[in-house]
């Protein structure tokens, strides 16, 4: 590799890893306490709370009411500049579209974990509330013997 290679490959490096550790200090700082007060509240509803996936610049955080009934939760660097939040649903009988955002690193904040938490399990309880009354509105079917 020319030495010009190997410069070039060091100052990314560098810029990578800084964003890198802005995205973790983030995570520490800003989202573990908004994680925490839902973790606290959505056990409070029968959620439990693991955290599949954890490496440098990606998290994962499942609220699950059951094997099939849970939102997955993904944090992640998007590019050298962006955050980004999504949600993933499992809500039986019903088709609910992920939840994504994204934000430039001077905006994420705690506000900012804490709107996109609320958006996440708002749309969760709306499709299993609505998957819910579809279910009780349908009538039984009888079985013969």
């Not at 800084?18 to 959505?42: H, M, S, Y």
């Not at 969760?124 to 819910?132: E, H, K, L, P, T």
Request: aromatic residues 14%; proline residues 5%.
């Amino acid at each position: 590799m020319s030495a010009w290679k190997e410069r070039f490959a060091r100052k990314m490096d560098t810029v990578r890893g800084a964003f890198n550790d802005w995205f973790e200090r983030q995570l520490v700082d800003g989202f573990e306490p908004v994680l925490e007060d839902f973790g606290e509240f959505a056990h409070q509803h029968g959620f439990t709370l693991s955290t599949p996936q954890h490496r440098p610049g990606f998290r994962t955080y499942k609220f699950a009411l059951s094997e099939n009934a849970y939102v997955l939760l993904t944090l992640s660097m998007e590019g050298v500049d962006r955050c980004g939040f999504r949600a993933e649903f499992s809500v039986p009988r019903a088709d609910c579209p992920e939840l994504r955002e994204w934000a430039e690193l001077a905006d994420v904040n705690p506000a900012w974990f804490q709107g996109c938490m609320e958006a996440a399990f708002d749309r969760f309880a709306d499709a299993f509330s609505d998957a819910s009354a579809r279910v009780l509105a349908e009538p039984a079917e009888l079985v013969e013997a």
